[in-house]
């Protein structure tokens, strides 16, 4: 049976690129969100920038999965599919503006549960540096990137019972580590817990 499998993490944690990795080794389909549908389009002209009531984007970003995780339902039928980012980054960064978690449950309901999330820790700073040179989005300061990285922490050690993964987390830290490395171990502990996906 082909597997849904989670990327999250703060910004520069190395998301895109390990989920891309991991995606040709499986020969998944890969995805993101915010997706590159309108909706998605929509949402990042307003983490470039655009002015937007916090309540409006978290209700963006749901109607934007909505579409996704119809589209990922159907990629299931023929491949694993990998995506870099999900419900999680709602949970985390729409709670962090002061939307309550019950709201973000609500309208993220029929959010489909993936088999494995996979979330990339790395030290705040370096994170940063790996952005410098590509356009900011409203999130990517270093204080609230350090809270951030602290509620990630939370849902890989606490769980986070409203969308638990089938197999559960895996965290991986990429501070001071090659590409390489960093997917070398991911892909292990994701062996760890789904021996069958290749």
């Known amino acids: ?51 937007c009531k916090k309540e409006t984007l978290a209700l963006l970003f749901a109607a934007d999965r909505v579409e996704h995780v119809s589209e990922i339902e159907k990629m299931l039928q023929k491949s694993h599919v990998v995506t870099d980012r999900y419900v999680y980054s709602s949970i985390i960064y729409q709670t962090m503006q002061g939307i309550s978690k019950e709201f973000i449950y609500s309208i993220n309901f029929f959010a489909k549960i993936p088999d494995i999330v996979v979330i990339l820790d790395v030290d705040t700073e370096e994170a940063l540096k790996r952005m410098e040179f590509r356009e900011k ?42 590409p390489e490395e960093v997917f070398n171990e991911l892909f292990n502990k994701i062996l760890d817990k789904i021996p069958d996906i290749i």
């Open 1 to 51: 049976m082909n597997k849904f499998i989670v990327f999250e993490g703060i910004d520069g944690s190395g998301k895109t690129t390990q989920a891309k990795m991991l995606a040709e080794k499986l020969n998944a389909e890969y995805t993101c969100e915010p997706t590159t549908g309108k909706i998605g389009r929509t949402i990042r002209e307003v983490l470039s920038g655009s002015e």
């Open 137 to 178: 989005e409203i999130f990517e300061k270093i204080e609230f990137q350090k809270k951030i990285k602290q509620e990630y922490h939370k849902i890989a050690e606490l769980k986070c019972s409203k969308f638990e993964p089938t197999y559960g987390f895996v965290m991986v830290n990429t501070t001071g580590k090659t």
